[in-house]
């Protein structure tokens, strides 16, 4: 299956999440394996707050601009081509500390 760009549900986010998500596979596409596969955007500022993984684990990989990780209460800036991850029971958060649009792809896989 090839999914073009334009048929990819993209979600304008407000608020402390201001930014796009855009889902590369839906949810039901991935057959209960994973929640969340998704290229997200945030604006200069924004961020995706703190949050604790129960039942799922999450990678992220960097694309474009600068990012703070809270990985379990250690802070660690990020930039392209890095990678974040947070296992089951970890908690993280992101926030672009860069001039442009922080850009990574999100996955959420199911334990």
Known sequence: MIIQKDNLRVEQRTGERLGT???L???S???GKAKVFARVALRPG??????KHEGS???FYILAGK???DDNGVQ????VGDVVFTDDGESHSITNVGENDLEYIALV???
Do not use: D, W, Y
Not at 46 to 51: C, G, N, Q, R
Not at 76 to 79: C, F, G, I, P, Y
């Open 25 to 27: 596979l839906e949810e």
């Open 29 to 31: 596409q991935m057959h």
């Open 76 to 79: 660690a800036e990020v930039t």
């Open 67 to 69: 990012g703070l990780v």
């Open 109 to 111: 896989i199911n334990t």
């Open 21 to 23: 998500s855009t889902k």
């Open 57 to 59: 684990f999450e990678a």
């Open 46 to 51: 924004s961020l995706a707050p703190l949050h």
